[in-house]
T-cell receptor, first 114, second 114 residues
Framework: GENVEQHPSTLSVQEGDSAVIKCTYS??????FPWYKQELGKGPQLIID?????GEKKDQRIAVTLNKTAKHFSLHITETQPEDSAVYFC?????????????FGRGTSLIVHP | EAGVVQSPRYKIIEKKQPVAFWCNPI?????LYWYRQNLGQGPELLIR????????DSQLPKDRFSAERLKGVDSTLKIQPAELGDSAVYLC????????????FGPGTRLTVT
């Protein structure tokens, strides 16, 4: 089955700095890579995703990159703000497999200091 | 549009007691998922329903866990008897073909077994 590794487990930055979270996956059949943000006491919320036919995707201050050859993908947050503080999860899924079940990384706790 | 609703939000029980969690998915979402999230980890799938049929329950500990989705809408997850190791957050999510099976999570139920 799929195995997703996520680093770092904790990331502390100053407000305005950039933050980068990296993930690797093992199953070459995976072709959909969502990122979730989980705030305290809430469920994970999808913030951005990328499909295997795209190398990069941006949405305002966040961007994701995908390297299928190396089987790794990354989340980039620019101009971080205190409200970006949360746990971020990457995931990998085979959209054509029929199960639509993502495998999640262990999460990165992002702390943005004002 | 209302999101995924779960209740209760918190539950504290003694080991060997039964417990039940309830989930109401987003209207029109035919796929429903139950996940368990241990502290410091990503969600792990317990069971997936397509309408009222359980189509992926390989990770559900069937000796003590059970689930149902009788009319293809609401779902209940039950543990009987609970063990100390069952302490976790139980997340419900739903999705539909119309949203490419992107999963929308509820806030979760935090279970503490003493």
């Amino acid at each position: 089955g799929e195995n997703v590794e996520q680093h770092p487990s904790t990331l502390s930055v100053q407000e305005g700095d950039s933050a980068v979270i990296k993930c690797t996956y093992s199953d070459s059949a995976s072709n959909y890579f969502p990122w979730y943000k989980q705030e305290l006491g809430k469920g994970p919320q999808l913030i951005i995703d990328i499909r295997s036919n795209v190398g990069e995707k941006k949405d305002q201050r966040i961007a994701v990159t995908l390297n299928k050859t190396a089987k790794h993908f990354s989340l980039h947050i620019t101009e971080t703000q205190p409200e970006d503080s949360a746990v971020y999860f990457c995931a990998a899924r085979d959209q054509g497999g029929g199960s639509y079940i993502p495998t999640f990384g262990r999460g990165t706790s992002l702390i943005v200091h004002p | 549009e209302a999101g995924v609703v779960q209740s209760p939000r918190y539950k504290i029980i003694e080991k060997k007691q039964p417990v039940a969690f309830w989930c109401n998915p987003i209207s029109g979402h035919n796929t429903l998922y139950w996940y368990r999230q241990n502290l410091g980890q990503g969600p792990e799938l317990l069971i997936r329903y397509e309408n009222e049929e359980a189509v992926d329950d390989s990770q559900l500990p069937k000796d003590r866990f059970s689930a149902e989705r009788l009319k293809g809408v609401d779902s209940t997850l039950k543990i009987q008897p609970a063990e100390l190791g069952d302490s976790a957050v139980y997340l419900c999510a739903s999705s539909s073909r119309g949203t490419s099976y992107e999963q929308y999570f509820g806030p979760g139920t935090r279970l503490t077994v003493t």
